[in-house]
């Protein structure tokens, strides 16, 4: 939606700041997303709450296209974001409970990374979609891909083991996934299967806020909301920005496809990167550096070098949420994990709801400054956020591996 607002505003007359309720309402939508299929991806499964939070995705991005109305942009991008916002949780369970311990941060994040690359894919055909289609061609196009993704995602993708162990599923059907999986592993008539790990609560609930985690669970609900309130601030307004600090709308949107691009490479070289030297350590320093490339975009909004900055900023800035989305699936049991990560991004929504709404302010204010500077010191709290984090697992002995 952020790419469109610069046409939309001209066409609808209307200025910029008009569209924060809708960029809200989308986001209002993945905070309820995230949280139910979160809960839901522990109750019926992984596979087919992701492909029921796709399909919603689909059909009501379809719809956005057709919106004459604000009214009816609120109503479509609210239920675009549920979908949308509920895929991300189950999404980053599934293949967390996938990966083997030793390269799950970086296998996590190439699957994370997903997400900017779809920013820098929107970003890169959102300039031809609007020639050729007007607005309605970005819209068109989403709908259209993840209507694909659903499908594949129905019939391809299989159901996450150690869920299925855990919700004692019938031996014929886990036996036959482990086959799939590794054709040469055969199991003893008398074998009995269970997952070794350490336990808070018998509920999800109990597990997260329990006396065992709760500390935890609120400290990285904090580190959540502060780094989607990042994320989405610039996310939907950058492009605003750079067009009203004197760049063409072509040159804008291909530079937030560049710091979009720069998150695709960021997650995976910080998940590679945690699995070395854990991912709180890495988070520590990433936190601090993305403060000082958001200034650093400030700095060189208008000469050359704009480029560069915006891409190391996007490698800060997004591969920080990517590697916390994978962190927070390490720090709680099978049982509980869904429910964890749809929590905490669910919680995190709330610092992107708020986001254009401080954002549309500061736009209309036109001070380029503190729009960069607000940025800046919500990643430097988030500095402070995981370093309490570090110090409450070391505490508690949670494991983050």
Not at 93 to 98: G, Q, V
Not at 103 to 110: P, S, T
Not at 222 to 245: E, H, K, N, S
Not at 333 to 362: D, E, K, M, N, Q
Request: hydrophobic residues 55%.
């Amino acid at each position: 939606m952020g790419l469109v607002v610069p046409t939309l505003s001209e066409q609808w007359g209307l200025g910029p700041e008009a569209f924060s309720t809708v960029l809200s309402a989308a986001l209002v939508g993945v905070l309820l997303g995230s949280a139910i299929a979160g809960r839901l991806g522990d109750l019926i499964g992984r596979k087919w709450t992701l492909v029921i939070m796709l399909a919603i995705a689909a059909v009501f991005m379809t719809l956005t296209a057709v919106a004459e109305t604000m009214n009816e942009l609120i109503i479509y991008r609210f239920l675009t974001g549920v979908g949308a916002g509920g895929s991300i949780p189950v999404a980053i369970a599934f293949t967390a409970e996938y990966m083997p311990a030793a390269q799950r941060n970086v296998l996590v994040a190439i699957m994370y990374s997903g997400a900017p690359l779809g920013s820098v894919l929107g970003a890169f055909t959102g300039p031809t979609a609007i020639d050729w289609f007007g607005w309605h061609g970005i819209f068109w196009f989403g709908g259209a891909l993840t209507a694909l993704a659903c499908v594949a995602l129905a019939v391809m993708l299989p159901e996450s083991l150690r869920y299925l162990v855990i919700r004692n599923a019938s031996r014929e059907r886990i036996e036959s996934l482990i086959n799939r999986l590794n054709p040469s592993v055969s199991l003893a008539q008398n074998a009995t299967l269970s997952i070794n790990e350490a336990s808070h609560g018998r509920t999800a609930m109990a597990e997260l806020l329990g006396s065992g985690r709760r500390q935890v669970t609120l400290t990285l609900w904090a580190l959540f909301l502060g780094t989607q309130f990042v994320i989405f601030y610039l996310g939907l307004w950058l492009p605003t920005v750079f067009v009203r600090a004197g760049l063409s709308l072509d040159i804008a949107l291909y530079v937030v496809a560049i710091y979009s691009l720069g998150g695709v490479f960021g997650g995976p070289i910080c998940g590679w990167l945690s699995d070395r030297y854990g991912a709180q350590r890495v988070l520590a320093l990433v936190y601090p550096t993305a403060a000082v490339a958001i200034l650093g975009v400030f700095g060189v909004l208008t000469t050359s070098s704009l480029w560069i900055v915006a891409a190391l900023a996007g490698v800060t800035v997004i591969g920080c949420s990517i590697c916390l989305g994978g962190l927070s699936a390490t720090l709680y049991p099978t049982h509980a994990r869904s429910t964890a990560v749809g929590l905490a991004l669910g919680v995190g929504r709330f610092g992107s709801i708020v986001a254009p709404l401080i954002g549309g302010a500061v736009v209309a204010s036109g001070n380029n400054f503190v729009f960069f500077a607000i940025a800046s010191f919500g990643s430097l709290m988030c500095s402070l956020g995981i370093l309490m984090l570090i110090r409450l697992t070391k505490a508690q002995k949670i494991s983050s591996s």
